[in-house]
Nanobody, 115 residues
Framework: QVQLVESGGGLVQAGESRTLSCAAS????????MGWYRQAPGKQREVVAV???????NYADSVKGRFTIYRDIAKNTVYLQMNSLKPEDTAVYYC?????????WGQGTQVTVSS
């Protein structure tokens, strides 16, 4: 079992920055990939950014150049640095850990970007 706890959401103005954190605990040795997903009202959950055990990253086209996913291995924490935020980034952001064959999810943190 893996437990994920997100933090860092809130209300921000367009153009501002925000960093989300996801602290993992439990069977963290089994995690292969961690990532951030988001779900806006009335829309499906979508991937935002992922980072593998080897440190490779991948981003959704909509956030490339604005968002950065990185990790602190010593703290078992993954971060999502979000710059130049836009109103369309408003969503509940979820942390995900893939530990084959299981997917684990955090409780989600709301990010609201006002124009």
């Amino acid at each position: 079992q893996v437990q994920l706890v997100e933090s860092g959401g809130g209300l921000v103005q367009a153009g501002e920055s925000r960093t989300l954190s996801c602290a993992a605990s439990g069977s963290i040795f089994s995690i292969l990939v961690m990532g951030w997903y988001r779900q806006a009202p009335g829309k499906q959950r979508e991937v935002v950014a992922v980072i593998t055990n080897g440190g490779r990253t991948n981003y959704a086209d909509s956030v490339k150049g604005r968002f950065t996913i990185y990790r602190d291995i010593a703290k078992n924490t993954v971060y999502l640095q979000m710059n130049s935020l836009k109103p369309e980034d408003t969503a509940v952001y979820y942390c995900n850990a893939y530990a084959a064959p299981h997917d684990y999810w955090g409780q989600g943190t709301q990010v609201t970007v006002s124009s």
